[in-house]
């Protein structure tokens, strides 16, 4: 892959190529550069912001009567860090990446979170080069699977909290959620649950119902909620200790 291929994948050819190559220069590198060298940084910073109005102005579009709480869930599970630095790989970012020395030697090509930020360091730099309507057309394309998916059911795959939470923690790595009934009040036949969703040794959301099913399911989309209000730069589950 070279930056002629590069721009064959995304189906735009820059105008200005010191765009591109700003958003495949990382830090690491332009510290490193005797010449001065912008780094990504700034693309990431506009292109995070691109990516976010992009596929939430899809969402707006594909889904008119549905309520903020599933276009919510439905733009957390779209734009991940896990998801972009799939997108990234796919497009042979990493190979293309202006490394420092120890960057490269910490095997920074491969790591999630430079190629996502490489990844939106391109958006933006797209942007910048070709304006909103070329980039929305771009980053519906790079997206169009994962759309198709959530287009097709969205019911069925942002309804289901539980299926969600655990789509989220597979791309992290490591265990599956674990629920856990923590208390339960009421006669028997009112009986409330309360149920606490683990992943390892963390806590992600807690839920009370009728059932512990019930129950589960609001543990799930609890957790869902919190991670929604969690920075889209970041990883959802960046400040969680991973399980062991």
């Given at each position: 892959?070279?930056?002629?291929g590069?721009?064959?994948?995304i189906?735009?050819e820059?105008?200005?190529?010191?765009l591109l190559?700003?958003?495949l220069?990382?830090p690491?590198?332009a510290?490193e550069?005797r010449?001065?060298?912008?780094?990504?940084?700034?693309?990431?910073?506009l292109g995070?912001a691109?990516l976010?109005?992009?596929?939430?102005?899809y969402l707006y579009?594909?889904?008119?009567?549905?309520?903020?709480?599933?276009?919510?869930?439905?733009?957390?599970?779209?734009?991940?860090?896990?998801?972009l630095?799939?997108i990234?790989?796919e497009?042979g970012l990493g190979?293309l990446l202006?490394?420092g020395k120890?960057?490269?030697k910490s095997?920074?090509?491969?790591?999630?979170?430079?190629l996502?930020?490489?990844?939106e360091?391109?958006?933006?730099?797209?942007?910048?080069?070709?304006?909103w309507r070329k980039?929305k057309?771009i980053?519906r394309?790079?997206?169009?699977?994962?759309?198709q998916?959530v287009g097709s059911?969205?019911e069925t795959?942002?309804g289901n909290p539980?299926?969600?939470?655990?789509e989220?923690?597979?791309?992290?790595?490591?265990e599956?959620?674990?629920?856990?009934?923590i208390?339960q009040s009421g006669?028997?036949h009112r009986?409330w649950?309360?149920?606490?969703v683990?992943?390892?040794e963390a806590?992600?959301g807690?839920?009370t119902g009728?059932?512990?099913k019930?129950a589960?399911l609001?543990a799930?989309?609890?957790?869902?909620?919190?991670?929604?209000q969690?920075?889209p730069?970041e990883?959802?589950?960046?400040a969680?200790r991973r399980?062991r």
């Amino acid at each position: 892959m070279n930056l002629e291929g590069l721009q064959v994948a995304i189906g735009h050819e820059f105008r200005s190529l010191s765009l591109l190559r700003e958003a495949l220069t990382h830090p690491s590198y332009a510290a490193e550069s005797r010449r001065e060298s912008p780094d990504y940084q700034r693309l990431e910073f506009l292109g995070d912001a691109v990516l976010q109005l992009a596929i939430t102005d899809y969402l707006y579009s594909l889904f008119p009567k549905h309520n903020e709480g599933l276009l919510t869930k439905a733009r957390s599970f779209l734009v991940n860090r896990a998801r972009l630095a799939t997108i990234a790989r796919e497009l042979g970012l990493g190979a293309l990446l202006l490394l420092g020395k120890g960057e490269e030697k910490s095997g920074g090509r491969e790591k999630d979170s430079t190629l996502a930020d490489s990844f939106e360091a391109l958006i933006g730099a797209i942007y910048r080069d070709a304006g909103w309507r070329k980039t929305k057309m771009i980053v519906r394309k790079l997206f169009s699977e994962a759309l198709q998916r959530v287009g097709s059911s969205p019911e069925t795959l942002l309804g289901n909290p539980k299926g969600l939470l655990q789509e989220f923690l597979q791309k992290e790595g490591g265990e599956p959620p674990r629920y856990r009934c923590i208390g339960q009040s009421g006669e028997a036949h009112r009986k409330w649950y309360t149920v606490v969703v683990e992943w390892g040794e963390a806590p992600l959301g807690e839920g009370t119902g009728r059932s512990k099913k019930e129950a589960e399911l609001n543990a799930a989309s609890d957790a869902l909620a919190r991670i929604a209000q969690r920075s889209p730069h970041e990883s959802p589950f960046a400040a969680l200790r991973r399980p062991r």
